[in-house]
């Protein structure tokens, strides 16, 4: 793992994320200000459930996978996250340890902002603690919607709600969405509780509609806009 300070490039990825460019500029440069860039292989632990707070992490390239491990060393995944996406908000909110594992799913590289210059800023501006809360609530949010899908959508709905929250780093992407999601079937099934046949099945059925292709560790979207057809038309 290296570190190194961000640079003008980097702070304009973050501000591609709709968190990061709807905060006053202000709290923009507190967090990049102490901030270092970390890069980690992948496979890579960042953190894993029970550690300690260390703050905000922000993605600038790559993908971090948040899962859990059993005893008998079965690994669930909860949630894939790529650029611009911000997380660690929840210990920040408690004081509480980490909730989950943080794996580097592909080689990443990331904005660390430092909890005690986050927490002696916001000592100062106590007015901003709103804006970490939207930050939780946002993926509140998500978690509903997918808890939902799950009672109510069968697999394929799920799936391609799941592809689009995705390609639209779960709303939090400004602008237009990329064409190849570097996920693989067996993630997808962990995430959606569903078998890799499954998933191999469904996609297989989208590749058919020419809706995405099947790549080398991911999938490429040719046809963007029919996937978010197909999503809007879930009910």
């Given at each position: 793992?290296?570190?190194?300070?961000?640079?003008?490039?980097?702070?304009?990825?973050?501000?591609?994320g709709r968190w990061f460019s709807g905060l006053p500029s202000s709290f923009q440069d507190a967090l990049c200000d102490d901030a270092r860039v970390v890069?980690?292989?992948?496979?890579?632990?960042l953190f894993q459930r029970g550690d300690e707070n260390d703050g905000l992490y922000g993605l600038l390239d790559g993908a971090i996978r948040f899962g859990a491990v059993s005893v008998a060393g079965r690994e669930s995944v909860v949630g894939l996250a790529e650029r611009p996406q911000w997380f660690g908000e929840v210990a920040l909110l408690d004081g509480g340890?980490?909730?989950?594992?943080?794996?580097?799913?592909?080689?990443?590289?990331?904005?660390?902002?430092p909890l005690p210059a986050i927490d002696e800023?916001?000592?100062?501006?106590?007015?901003?603690?709103?804006h970490i809360g939207q930050l939780a609530v946002h993926k509140l949010r998500v978690a509903f919607s997918l808890i939902e899908d799950a009672r109510l959508h069968p697999p394929r709905d799920r799936l391609i709600r799941c592809l689009v929250s995705l390609a639209s780093g779960y709303g939090q992407r400004e602008g237009s969405m990329p064409r190849t999601l570097r996920v693989s079937q067996e993630r997808l099934g962990s995430m959606l509780s569903l078998s890799r046949q499954t998933v191999n099945a469904l996609l297989r059925d989208l590749e058919?509609?020419?809706?995405?292709?099947?790549?080398?560790?991911?999938?490429?979207?040719?046809?963007?806009?029919r996937l978010l057809e197909l999503e809007a038309a879930i009910r």
């Open positions: 793992m290296s570190r190194s300070s961000p640079t003008p490039a980097q702070r304009r990825i973050l501000a591609s890069t980690l292989h992948a496979g890579e632990l340890p980490r909730t989950h594992h943080a794996w580097a799913e592909l080689a990443a590289t990331l904005v660390h902002a800023w916001l000592a100062q501006h106590p007015a901003h603690w709103r058919r509609e020419e809706v995405l292709v099947r790549v080398r560790g991911g999938l490429r979207i040719p046809d963007l806009e």
